[in-house]
């Protein structure tokens, strides 16, 4: 990862995460929204999935999507949540691969890796461990998760090459690639998908479908598929895009339909 968007990352997730140590509203991801009516980061999970999370776990939630409610879970299986901040995901997959399985978070940033082992000490979660470093270098060896979940985080790595790599390294004969991730599709002028995805993205980098298609093949993945899970619109992105100096009324062709998160899935060939 380029050594200043690491920096940013790393500053605004650290921030986020002394905000929920500090205040009960939690943080926002992209813009500073009021949490419940940012479009990105709300009404992803149901309520009968955090109800019996703890409090720090769901408001550290600056996620796009909902891998653990799409993605396929056995019990006894070991997942790795990539850039795990708080640990609502891990957690949520610790109960599904059960106390037989493992469910690892790996983040490099101490203040929410600090966050997520108190979020799992309250939880109980005694089949959870949270990792410290990148995931452009996944401090596990070879062949050994079988799952791999991210939540809105491949997106702001400045080397998805690598983190694909990572990914297909780390993963086990048929493992399986099942990620909530931002996403472009189509022609987008330059000035409007930069403004557009420091919106969405919290740091542009979001890749266009197609191309994240040949680069999780080029890293070795099959079973390729992008499904679309929450399509943006200009009305969505319309007071970011006003104080961003932007015309909002020429925008809209070049922003509804063309950003959206997705849930991208993808398969280690077996053997």
Same mark, same amino acid.
């Given at each position: ?95 599904? *691969? @059960?106390?037989?399985?493992? $469910? ?6 101490? #203040?929410? /890796? &600090?966050? +997520? ?82 919106? *969405? @993205?919290?740091?542009?980098? $979001? ?6 298609? #040949?680069? /999780? &093949?080029? +890293? ?52």
């Amino acid at each position: 990862m380029n050594t200043d968007i690491k920096q940013v990352v790393r500053d605004k997730y650290g921030e986020a995460a002394r905000k929920v140590l500090m205040d009960a509203a939690g943080p926002s991801c992209c813009g500073g929204q009021a949490r419940g009516c940012d479009p990105i980061t709300s009404n992803l999970y149901e309520a009968e999935q955090t109800q019996a999370l703890p409090e720090g776990a769901v408001l550290a939630s600056l996620g796009c999507g909902n891998p653990t409610a799409l993605a396929e879970l056995n019990p006894g299986e070991v997942v790795l949540d990539l850039g795990s901040g708080g640990g609502i995901d891990v957690l949520l997959s610790a109960r599904r *691969v @059960g106390p037989a399985g493992k $469910a690892y978070g790996l983040d490099m940033t101490d #203040d929410m /890796l &600090a966050l +997520a082992n108190e979020n799992r000490r309250k939880a109980g979660a005694e089949n959870v461990e949270f990792l410290k470093g990148e995931i452009e270098h996944i401090p596990l060896p070879d062949n050994s998760v079988d799952v791999i979940i991210s939540n809105c985080v491949i997106n702001l790595s400045a080397d998805k090459d690598q983190v694909l790599r990572e990914a297909f390294r780390v993963l086990r004969s048929g493992g399986r690639f099942a990620v909530s991730d931002v996403v472009t599709r189509g022609e987008i002028e330059p000035a409007i998908r930069r403004s557009i995805l420091a919106w *969405v @993205g919290c740091v542009a980098g $979001a890749l266009d479908e197609q191309v994240y298609r #040949d680069k /999780l &093949a080029a +890293a070795g993945f099959i079973d390729i598929d992008v499904e679309p899970t929450r399509v943006y619109t200009l009305e969505d992105a319309r007071d970011f895009v006003t104080t961003s100096g932007l015309d909002a009324a020429s925008l809209g062709p070049q922003v509804d339909g063309k950003f959206f998160s997705a849930f991208v899935r993808a398969t280690k060939p077996k053997g």
